[in-house]
C-alpha cells in the first residue's frame, strides 16, 4: 500500500495519513449540564442520562473496497434497559460475541452524511476488549448503502477533508 498522505481539497496543503476511524465521546443527547446530574453517568464505553436512557459505544465498519482495510465511525447507540443490563452483565464474559443483537438506535450525528440520529441499528457484541459493532437497517440511507456496499479510499479522504474543515 502506498503513503496515505493527500492533497486536501479544503485547503490545499498536503496532510500526512488518512485517517480511517473518527469517533464522537458522548451520545448526541449528552451536555455538559448533566454532569452534575446524580442519574446521569457518561464513561468510555456507557452513557445513561436522567437514569432512563442508556447508551453504549459502538462501531459502524465500513468496508474500504481500494485498500484492504476497514473504515470505522466509533459511534453511541441507544439501548433499551434490559438490552442495556444484558451488555454491561456480559461485559467481561468470554465468548460474549455469541450473545444474540440488541435492537438500538444511532445516536450520533455524522456530519457528512444526512442526519443519522435515530437510525434503526442492531448492536452485535464482539469479543471481550473489542466495542460492538452496529448493523444499520437496510435502507436508502447513504450511510446504510455505504456500510452494505463499500466505500473506496477516494471516499475517505472526502471524509477527511469535510471534517478538517467544516
Not at 465468548?95 to 445516536?107: A, I, K, Q, T
Amino acid at each position: 500500500m502506498t503513503d496515505q498522505g493527500f492533497v486536501c481539497r479544503g485547503c490545499g496543503e498536503r496532510h500526512d495519513g488518512l485517517p480511517f476511524s473518527y469517533g464522537s465521546d458522548a451520545p448526541a443527547y449528552w451536555h455538559d449540564g448533566l454532569a452534575g446530574d446524580e442519574s446521569s453517568v457518561l464513561e468510555q464505553e456507557i452513557c445513561v442520562i436522567g437514569g432512563e436512557h442508556y447508551f453504549v459505544r459502538a462501531r459502524i465498519v465500513i468496508p474500504v473496497l481500494d485498500a484492504g482495510r476497514d473504515f470505522e465511525w466509533g459511534v453511541w447507540a441507544s439501548l433499551s434497559r434490559p438490552n442495556f443490563k444484558r451488555t454491561l452483565d456480559t461485559w467481561e464474559t468470554p465468548g460474549r460475541e455469541h450473545e444474540p443483537s440488541s435492537f438500538g438506535w444511532l445516536s450520533t450525528e455524522l456530519p457528512v452524511y444526512p442526519s443519522t440520529i435515530n437510525l434503526k441499528t442492531h448492536v452485535h457484541p464482539e469479543p471481550v476488549g473489542t466495542r460492538p459493532h452496529l448493523e444499520l437497517e437496510p435502507t436508502d440511507h447513504p450511510l446504510a448503502v455505504e456500510q452494505r456496499t463499500g466505500i473506496t479510499v477516494a471516499r475517505v479522504q472526502e471524509i477527511a477533508e469535510r471534517l478538517l474543515h467544516p
